[in-house]
């Protein structure tokens, strides 16, 4: 597990959709499937996936599990680690790619949960609290912590997407 926190430099929204197209082909030569499990980006992983030519053969979709209930209910993150620790945090990241990474039977699942402001979440995690986490078959969960310190709501979000889609074009290359 890797755990760090990392500054946050903006791309555009072309880099981003390249690295998009990136990453299937990445998951093409090596022949793995893609599912996401996001809440604070609220689907915006899946949709730049989606919209690269040849998704369909690799990226298998996504949930979106906004609230705690529904991280539960669907991805089945222990409602205990949801009440000790809050939605945002290392452990729920871990949990939510691998209740996607099940659900869906894919090779990688990749998770984000965090808080985009504009007030801290009901646990009192700061706005700017982001976790991104990957999930894969036979191999070790990864969780990267993020803190987009003075970004708007909408900055955190688009951060908060570059930087799972980085994460997961780390795991494609493994």
Request: with cysteine.
């Amino acid at each position: 597990m890797i755990i760090r926190a990392v500054e946050h430099k903006p791309a555009s929204t072309m880099s981003v959709e390249h690295q998009a197209r990136r990453i299937l082909q990445q998951a093409k030569s090596h022949g793995l499937t893609i599912v996401t499990a996001e809440s604070c980006t609220a689907g915006a992983v899946a949709t730049v996936l989606s919209t690269a030519p040849g998704a369909a053969d690799y990226f298998l979709g996504g949930f979106v599990t906004y609230t705690k209930k529904m991280k539960n209910k669907i991805l089945r993150v222990p409602l205990k680690l949801l009440k000790n620790k809050g939605a945002v945090c290392r452990e729920v990241a871990e949990a939510m790619a691998a209740g996607a990474l099940k659900l869906a039977d894919a090779d990688i699942a990749v998770s984000v949960t965090g808080v985009a402001g504009p007030e801290p979440d009901e646990d009192g995690n700061p706005v700017g609290l982001v976790f991104c986490g990957a999930a894969m078959r036979r191999r070790k969960p990864i969780v990267v912590r993020h803190f987009f310190e003075g970004l708007s709501r909408d900055a955190i979000n688009q951060a908060a997407t570059e930087e799972t889609l980085t994460l997961l074009q780390h795991v494609c290359r493994r």
